[in-house]
């Protein structure tokens, strides 16, 4: 295979977690609460459901093409230059993805923290670094989120902890004033990030044990879902219905914290959970990108296209959007229409495929056995009537 390296189930939870978690802390509580209003915290969980949904097709999938990944056995599906357009159409979908990701961070960290520096020296690093991890293979990643994770773990209970004297619980009442459309309107751009588990398909061929794939795909879902309710129970609390005028819900929520005029500022909290969460998210995202390039390529080693790729990424990032204000407009209208497009409905065809094959093959072989059966009853029905 074209990666040598393995990982466990858990590993591949740890990695996919902060591959969906770190833009969705800081921007999902303000889409939410836009349509939601003080319904947001269910919006998460109606938006879990893509996630599942998500897990157990490229789960399935992967029982069916045990050590291919979806670029691979999408030629087996549906055919050599059918199933070469469909890979493509998933390594364009996921360089632009990752693009995007890396202006929402660079927007971020130049809004915030460096607003003198160029967003393209600041993206740029961010690119390089992840570029060495990819390079590095998928051990490498997958050690590093087993570092990173509960370090951002961490940070983030600490900034609810310390919120807690603030918060007015009152504010998400009363619950479903406007029945249960508000706060499934507020789930539908959430389920675009959910959806993106779908990348598991590259990381299963690749598990030492893939039969626990499934039960830890579901574990990561479960647990991102639940970091996004109390993310956006706790920016209600603290915002009520003005948490949508807010970019970033967290960011300002941390602005907010002062205990004692001692402990105050602690944006550098969020910017740690950012940089942290962020570097695992791009490095998985860049990691398909690489590993299916090749296999589209028929490559025998992924390593020679890492670089090129990565210089790729920083021309998409500039060129995804002109603005912060364009790309949030965006990621609020068309994008998760087209990422559920390409991470949930296409593979479903896919699974649907498989299976009606399977069917018609079983149906096929049925149909022999039965004809042969039938042709050797028949000579002795034959000596029976003479």
Do not use: C
Not at 270 to 295: E, L, R
Not at 306 to 311: E, S
């Amino acid at each position: 295979m074209i990666e040598k390296g393995r990982i466990s189930a858990l590993q591949m939870a740890i990695l996919v977690y902060p591959t969906i978690m770190a833009t969705a802390i800081l921007l999902v509580p303000s889409i939410t609460g836009e349509f939601a209003q003080q319904d947001m915290w269910l919006s998460p969980i109606w938006a879990s459901s893509a996630g599942f949904l998500s897990v157990y097709i490229a789960y399935q999938l992967n029982i069916h093409y045990p050590k291919q990944t979806v670029i691979q056995y999408s030629e087996k599906i549906i055919g050599r230059i059918p199933g070469k357009l469909i890979g493509l159409v998933f390594l364009f979908f996921y360089l632009h993805s990752n693009g995007i990701i890396l202006r929402e961070y660079g927007e971020f960290v130049v809004g915030n923290f460096l607003p003198t520096t160029p967003i393209i020296v600041v993206i740029g690093s961010m690119a390089l670094v992840s570029a060495l991890a990819v390079h590095g293979g998928l051990e490498v990643m997958a050690r590093s989120a087993q570092i990173f994770v509960p370090i951002v773990v961490i940070l983030f209970l600490s900034i609810v902890i310390l919120l807690i004297p603030d918060l007015e619980p009152k504010n998400m009442f009363p619950v479903m004033e406007k029945g249960v459309k508000p706060s499934v309107m507020g789930a539908v751009v959430p389920s675009s990030w959910f959806v993106e588990f779908f990348l598991i398909s590259f990381l299963l061929p690749f598990l030492r044990k893939r039969e626990k794939g499934l039960k830890w795909g579901m574990i990561s879902v479960f647990t991102v879902m639940l970091t996004l309710v109390i993310t956006n129970l706790f920016s209600l609390f603290l915002f009520g219905n003005i948490t949508a005028t807010f970019t970033y819900p967290v960011m300002s929520a941390a602005r907010y914290i002062s205990i004692a005029d001692f402990l105050q500022h602690l944006e550098s909290i969020v910017m740690a959970i950012w940089v942290g969460a962020m570097f695992i998210k791009i490095s998985v995202f860049y990691y398909a990108v690489v590993i299916g390039t090749a296999q589209w390529l028929n490559l025998s080693n992924y390593r020679p296209v890492v670089f090129p790729i990565g210089f790729l990424l920083v021309i998409f990032s500039i060129w995804s959007a002109p603005n912060l204000q364009e790309l949030a407009y965006s990621l609020g209208t068309t994008w998760p229409f087209y990422a559920i497009f390409i991470q949930t409905f296409i593979p479903i065809l896919l699974l649907l495929f498989v299976v009606l094959r399977k069917k018609n093959r079983r149906n096929s072989l049925e149909g022999s056995s039965n004809i042969k059966n039938h042709s050797a009853v028949l000579p002795e029905s034959g000596k029976k009537d003479e």
